[in-house]
């Protein structure tokens, strides 16, 4: 199964910065419908951000409008996620997930995907 791989987590102190990857090693990128997830303590996994297919469109939640944004290297097959001015709340294990299957009106749900990476530890605090 194809695994993705995630690099960039670690603990920062409020407003600062973390710039996450994910890597799609051996597959046709742009077929790919590629989003970023977190799962805080105690909270069900949320999406964060993502692109839709071929990267027609980037999708942001609310709370990270503004802060967050996502990029891409198509030479390399992988998404960044930079996360900007974070803090306490942006807490969580954060996720990247891709699918082919996933259509726009699911794309920020977690069951749409069926590829994920091993999820890595953000943490903001002072």
């Known amino acids: 199964q194809v695994q993705l791989v995630e690099l960039g987590g670690g603990s920062v102190q409020p407003g600062g910065s973390l710039k996450l990857s994910c890597t799609i090693p051996g597959r046709t990128f742009s077929r790919y419908v590629v989003g970023w997830f977190r799962q805080g303590p105690g909270k069900e996994r949320e999406y964060v951000a993502g692109?839709?297919?071929?990267?027609?469109?980037?999708y942001y939640a609310d709370s990270v409008k503004g802060r967050f944004a996502i990029s891409r290297d198509n030479a390399k097959q992988t998404v960044y996620l930079q996360t900007n001015n974070l803090t306490p709340e942006d807490t969580a294990v954060y996720y990247c997930a891709a699918g082919t299957g996933v259509i726009t009106s699911r794309i920020r749900v977690a069951a749409a995907y069926d590829l994920w990476g091993q999820g890595t530890q953000v943490t903001v605090s002072s």
């Open positions: 692109f839709a297919r071929n990267f027609a469109t980037t």
